[in-house]
């Protein structure tokens, strides 16, 4: 079964030979690999070059204008010709039995559309900073785990290619949140989704240079504002997915984006979460409604409300 590997590249040529290794060390697996880079100024191409010259492999390299990751993984896809897709960021790598042990899974789940994987990331100094590792009955929580920013990793993923036969693309007008705005449209299609549990996928986080980077405030209004379509998406279509973690999750965000856009915080603050969740002090105020949360976060919340509740109750 053939695997398209599709790298976007921008600046990347000190890592790029190590990504590439990682690529054609994949064991007994039929892979095509898809270079696009995206209007690098540094050596990026001619490392490229040199590295599948010396090396003897092949690969489509693909050169573009400066147009950012997500033009550049739907470029990469225009060409693909995979049964199923590997993006595959330049500055992470994979581990050599990643795929194939992905597609075996595939393969004994009946080809299903999204493979989940495991993954660590690494710090500029090497450290682990995170280590996801999910099981099969974590297909139970997609919502909320797609809520709380925790389905998986683009490049620790695989996509079946009917995912973009179907018109599913990256968003190339996001600065930030591309990856799991991507993940909600596929999510909407109702897929079937299964779990690695083997950590395949290195991801290293530079601390600049990304190709996606923005400022704090336009990147937290990004984060928030998927949350809200992800919010009235389900109130729309599936709100029995609607569940307390689920706002549990909507609460983390807010508190999050407040300090960078409280209006935008409180405006979804007013029109998404559930009277039911809001402490029943009659004189206070959408400012203080936020303020609690972000204080206390959503379970203390709860507490409090019920003994305001019971505070108001006495008192009249």
């Given at each position: 079964?053939?695997?398209?590997?599709?790298?976007?590249?921008y600046?990347?040529?000190?890592?790029?030979?190590?990504?590439l290794s990682?690529?054609?060390?994949?064991?007994?697996?039929?892979?095509?690999?898809?270079?696009?880079?995206?209007?690098?100024?540094?050596?990026t191409?001619e490392r490229?070059?040199?590295y599948?010259k010396?090396?003897?492999?092949?690969a489509?390299?693909?050169?573009?204008?400066?147009?950012?990751?997500?033009?550049?993984?739907?470029r990469?896809?225009?060409e693909a010709?995979?049964?199923?897709?590997?993006?595959?960021?330049a500055?992470?790598?994979?581990k050599?039995?990643?795929?194939?042990?992905q597609?075996e899974?595939?393969?004994?789940?009946?080809?299903?559309?999204?493979?989940?994987?495991?993954?660590?990331?690494?710090?500029?100094?090497?450290?682990?900073?995170?280590q996801?590792?999910?099981?099969?009955?974590?297909?139970?929580?997609?919502?909320?785990?797609?809520?709380?920013?925790?389905?998986?990793?683009t490049?620790?993923?695989?996509f079946?290619?009917?995912?973009f036969?179907?018109?599913?693309?990256?968003?190339?007008?996001?600065s930030?949140?591309?990856?799991?705005?991507?993940?909600?449209?596929?999510?909407?299609r109702?897929?079937v989704?299964i779990f690695?549990?083997?950590?395949g996928?290195?991801?290293?986080?530079?601390?600049?240079g990304?190709?996606?980077?923005?400022?704090?405030?336009?990147?937290w209004?990004?984060y928030?504002d998927?949350r809200k379509?992800?919010?009235?998406?389900?109130?729309?279509?599936?709100?029995?997915?609607?569940?307390?973690?689920?706002?549990?999750?909507?609460?983390?965000?807010?508190r999050?984006?407040?300090p960078?856009?409280s209006e935008m915080?409180?405006?979804?603050?007013?029109?998404?979460?559930p009277?039911?969740?809001?402490?029943?002090?009659s004189?206070?105020?959408?400012?203080g409604?936020?303020?609690?949360?972000?204080?206390?976060?959503?379970k203390?919340t709860?507490?409090?409300?019920?003994i305001f509740?019971a505070?108001?109750?006495k008192?009249?």
């Amino acid at each position: 079964m053939l695997v398209s590997v599709i790298v976007p590249c921008y600046n990347v040529a000190l890592y790029i030979e190590r990504c590439l290794s990682s690529i054609y060390a994949q064991s007994a697996q039929e892979i095509e690999v898809i270079l696009v880079d995206d209007g690098s100024t540094d050596h990026t191409v001619e490392r490229i070059r040199h590295y599948l010259k010396t090396n003897d492999k092949k690969a489509l390299l693909i050169e573009q204008e400066n147009k950012g990751a997500c033009a550049a993984r739907n470029r990469g896809l225009l060409e693909a010709k995979g049964e199923y897709i590997q993006f595959l960021d330049a500055d992470d790598w994979i581990k050599p039995g990643k795929i194939k042990a992905q597609i075996e899974l595939a393969k004994r789940q009946n080809l299903p559309d999204l493979i989940v994987g495991s993954y660590i990331s690494l710090n500029a100094k090497g450290e682990k900073v995170v280590q996801k590792n999910y099981t099969q009955n974590d297909s139970n929580h997609l919502w909320e785990m797609l809520m709380s920013t925790n389905l998986g990793n683009t490049c620790s993923n695989l996509f079946h290619s009917r995912l973009f036969d179907e018109g599913i693309r990256w968003n190339e007008n996001l600065s930030s949140s591309q990856e799991y705005n991507l993940m909600f449209d596929i999510l909407k299609r109702i897929p079937v989704v299964i779990f690695d549990s083997k950590v395949g996928t290195i991801i290293e986080i530079r601390d600049s240079g990304s190709i996606s980077s923005t400022n704090l405030e336009k990147k937290w209004s990004n984060y928030i504002d998927l949350r809200k379509r992800i919010v009235e998406y389900l109130k729309m279509h599936q709100p029995y997915d609607l569940t307390d973690k689920l706002y549990q999750s909507l609460f983390d965000a807010l508190r999050i984006v407040y300090p960078y856009n409280s209006e935008m915080a409180n405006t979804i603050y007013q029109e998404l979460i559930p009277r039911k969740f809001i402490p029943a002090v009659s004189n206070t105020s959408s400012k203080g409604y936020i303020l609690i949360f972000r204080i206390f976060g959503f379970k203390i919340t709860q507490s409090l409300k019920l003994i305001f509740s019971a505070l108001f109750r006495k008192n009249n």
